[in-house]
T-cell receptor, first 114, second 115 residues
């Protein structure tokens, strides 16, 4: 069975702090895909990143970075120098080898205070 | 480029009424997904289509729910009769199946309230 666990329900930081959102997944597939989505207070779901199971290279995009470790089945997301606009619920998700159904974690609500 | 379009954005209806939610996927995408978001259950897949054919409907709660995709640019999710426990945000998403671009792009959602 596939499962995604985001153990942190809520995180609160002060602007300019770095913050890491944890994601642990379970799957029996050897090929799979991992995703992060952002849901701001307005409610839409915004795609942030996709990683393939065969590519463990970490990725950086501006203030965002992602650390994928197959050995620990984790796909963590770090925001450097957080800003108020980063306040949102962040979801980690998993899909199988052909894409298709996304299995979402329960989400982590990040609050960045000025 | 237009993203995924959903209508209506908000729907308030009384228990027992029929509700129809509509979705227009991103042009050129060949997979379409319906998800539901609630506080209790989070985000869960209801059904998805590939090339207009339903592939996985195991998440459809019961016979009151039905979904159709008559062509590549339109899908509906119907609830008949609606019940208060159907109150949720319903998202439609689309993707382009293949080695690249399998990420799903979501519409703005329809917030359904059944009283």
């Amino acid at each position: 069975a596939q499962k995604v666990t985001q153990a942190q329900t809520e995180i609160s930081v002060v602007e300019k702090e770095d913050v890491t959102l944890d994601c642990v997944y379970e799957t029996r597939d050897t090929t799979y895909y991992l995703f992060w989505y952002k849901q701001p207070p307005s409610g839409e779901l915004v795609f942030l990143i996709r990683r393939n199971s065969f590519d463990e290279q970490n990725e950086i995009s501006g203030r965002y970075s992602w650390n994928f470790q197959k050995s620990t089945s984790s796909f963590n997301f770090t925001i450097t120098a957080s800003q108020v606009v980063d306040s949102a619920v962040y979801f980690c998700a998993l899909s199988g080898p052909s894409g298709g159904k996304l299995i979402f974690g329960q989400g982590t609500e990040l609050s960045v205070k000025p | 480029d237009a993203g995924v379009i959903q209508s209506p954005r908000h729907e308030v209806t009384e228990m027992g009424q029929e509700v129809t939610l509509r979705c227009k996927p991103i042009s050129g995408h060949n997979s379409l997904f319906w998800y539901r978001q609630t506080m209790m259950r989070g985000l869960e897949l209801l059904i998805y289509f590939n090339n207009n054919v339903p592939i996985d409907d195991s998440g459809m709660p019961e016979d009151r729910f039905s979904a159709k995709m008559p062509n590549a640019s339109f899908s509906t999710l119907k609830i008949q009769p609606s019940e208060p426990r159907d109150s949720a945000v319903y998202f439609c998403a689309s993707s382009l199946s293949g080695k690249s671009g399998i990420e799903q792009y979501f519409g703005p959602g329809t917030r359904l309230t059944v009283t």
